[in-house]
């Protein structure tokens, strides 16, 4: 009797206590238990969390995007320019060589705020970058030498600014496959 008037007075109390008795009453059993992760998931989950970047790098990344762009973007404006040209004016390397140092500058603060797991674990993309950084220099030197003459040829000093923005792309390329690495998503810049 006690129990009838309690079950109408809170219709729900017997109920709860059915559902919680058991896992079985809750959730009907599927036949299959949920994999255990492999340890290579593990190494990889460990890697990922190794490598994550920090919110110091992540904004670093896009500071060095963004130059790396603008570089980029001066290059093509002065292999434009120079390509039809029998008349270079020297100003327009000067744009160039300040925007290209600027991504290189920006690009070894980037990597000098890695940490020893990150620097072991991104070591062949370190050493990709820098290549791609040494070709900077190279074809940079190679074009400053250019504009020191007296008679410089347009359609020449295209070509060495077409190769310099070559070599630029492959420096973003390596950037951007390290971000991808570190976590790092940039934004709005081509691929």
């Given at each position: 009797m006690i129990w009838l008037i309690v079950s109408l007075t809170c219709p729900y109390a017997p109920l709860a206590q059915r559902v919680g008795r058991g896992t079985s009453a809750a959730r009907p059993s599927t036949g299959t238990t949920s994999p255990t992760p492999t340890n290579s998931e593990i190494d990889d989950f460990g890697r990922a969390v190794a490598l994550q970047a920090t919110p110091d790098q992540i904004a670093w990344f896009a500071q060095l995007t963004k130059s790396t762009d603008a570089a980029r973007k001066e290059a093509q404006s002065l292999a434009q320019r120079t390509e039809n040209s029998s008349k270079v004016d020297s100003s327009a390397y000067a744009q160039l060589s300040d925007a290209i140092d600027d991504a290189r500058t920006a690009n070894l603060k980037f990597v000098n705020t890695f940490s020893a797991p990150q620097q072991?674990?991104?070591?062949?993309?370190?050493?990709?970058?820098?290549?791609?950084?040494?070709?900077?220099?190279?074809?940079?030197?190679?074009?400053?030498?250019?504009?020191?003459h007296s008679e410089i040829n347009g359609k020449k000093v295209s070509a060495m600014v077409q190769k310099l923005d070559r070599a630029l792309t492959d420096f973003q390329t390596e950037q951007i496959s390290i971000g991808n690495q570190m976590g790092i998503q940039p934004t709005g810049q081509p691929r």
């Open positions: 072991s674990g991104l070591k062949p993309l370190i050493k990709k970058l820098s290549k791609a950084d040494v070709d900077i220099s190279k074809n940079s030197r190679a074009l400053s030498q250019q504009f020191e």
